[in-house]
């Protein structure tokens, strides 16, 4: 697979364009085996604990853009959450946003997922279509409650991801 990016000349003032590159994640990110049993990510944000590992199951989603430019990581939304394509007759070009909802609960509902190398930084690149990873897509997630984890931010370092 080809990256690339796009940086384009500009004048006084004007801003450069960049094409975000596509992260290259390890091939053992995306599990070919279900990993067990899960608890949803209200539950999770209950256990907000650095370095606990845990399973968690819901959606990319919370936000129109879920992911994250130029780092591998993305917002990640508790099946709470009404998203505008279980509204009958909401054509949302963006359901996974759960623009529906109010902001609170929004806010309450999701968290951050990350993919780190071995020394802890995190990768380069966005994640939006990488292995078929998209908004809206339903997952189970094994990793670690990530050290600089908030009570009102939770950040959790994903492992193993499992498509259902």
Known sequence: MASYILISLVGCGEKEIIQDIPASIPVSLISDIALGDSITVKQAREQNVPNKELIIEGFIGGRENPFAQGRAIFAFGDDALETCDEIPGDNCATPWDACCE????????????QIVDENNNVLKGTLMNVNGIKGGLRLKIKGVVDANSKPEAMIFNAENIEFL
């Not at 109010?102 to 997922?113: A, D, G, P, Q, W």
Request: zero cysteines; charged letters at 25%.
């Open 102 to 113: 109010s902001r609170e609960k929004i806010i309450s509902s999701i968290l951050t997922i």
